[in-house]
């Protein structure tokens, strides 16, 4: 089946440094990407939904500056964390729109800012 | 905003009985509804979906209910296992590639 491969699992940054999160389709071409953040014993929440080769669109009340997204090809995805603070240390998740009803999750990256 | 949210936070159920996990959601217009199951530190799995035009489905050991005129969804697990014990979310979208809805989560607990 369609597999999105999440990289790092896991990180470690300094307050005020950035971190950049990658999200692969290995077997399956990701026309849109979708960017979730996660808070422990909370739900999914939508950050943006990210087109290949056009701008992300951010869900309300997400800073769009402080969380970077590129999609620049049909297999990759990233999302960049720029001058992260503890309270951005969350658990974060992509998913790829496989087909009309299908979805595909990423393993998760769980960052944590010190 | 549009939400969908669950009744039950946290479900305890004896090895070998069923789980029944409910979920409420709000946005008349979603078409299509979904069930993940994760665990700790993983991404969610998928366990079943349903379409509007549809009141059940089922898989293997999970059936899938939708109440469109009350706007309910549940999953239901047949002889829960161990290793049903997880997380569990609905979700709602209105497919094509859509973003989807999460509910608020069931922590699905199996004792022995």
């Known amino acids: 089946g369609a597999v999105v491969s999440q990289h790092p699992s896991w990180v470690i940054c300094k307050s005020g440094t950035s971190v950049k999160i990658e999200c692969r389709s290995l077997?399956?071409?990701?026309?849109?990407m979708f960017w979730y953040r996660q808070f422990p014993k909370q739900s999914l929440m939508l950050m943006a939904t990210?087109?290949?080769?056009?701008?992300?669109?951010?869900e309300q009340g997400v800073e769009k500056d402080k969380f970077l997204i590129n999609h620049a090809s049909l297999t990759l995805s990233t999302l960049t964390v720029t001058s992260a603070h503890p309270e951005d240390s969350s658990f974060y998740i992509c998913?790829?729109?496989?087909?009309?009803?299908?979805?595909?999750f990423g393993s998760g990256t769980r960052l944590t800012v010190v | 905003g549009e939400s969908v949210g669950l009744h039950l936070p946290t479900l305890s159920v004896q090895e070998g009985d069923n789980s029944i996990i409910n979920c409420a959601y709000s946005?008349?217009?979603?078409?299509?509804f979904i069930w993940y199951k994760q665990e700790s530190g993983k991404g969610p799995q998928f366990i079943i979906d349903?379409?509007?035009?549809?009141d059940k489905r089922q898989g293997q050991r999970v059936t899938v209910l939708l109440n469109k005129t009350v706007k309910h969804l549940s999953l239901q697990i047949a002889a829960t296992q161990p290793g049903d014990s997880a997380v569990y979310f609905c979700?709602?979208?209105?497919?094509?590639?859509?973003?989807?809805?999460f509910g608020t989560g069931t922590q699905l607990k199996v004792e022995l």
């Open positions: 998913s790829g729109a496989v087909s009309t009803y299908g979805y595909t």
């Open positions: 077997d399956f071409q990701a026309t849109t």
């Open positions: 990210s087109n290949e080769g056009s701008k992300a669109t951010y």
């Open positions: 946005n008349s217009a979603s078409d299509y």
């Open positions: 349903i379409r509007s035009n549809m």
């Open positions: 979700a709602e979208g209105g497919g094509g590639g859509n973003k989807l809805t």
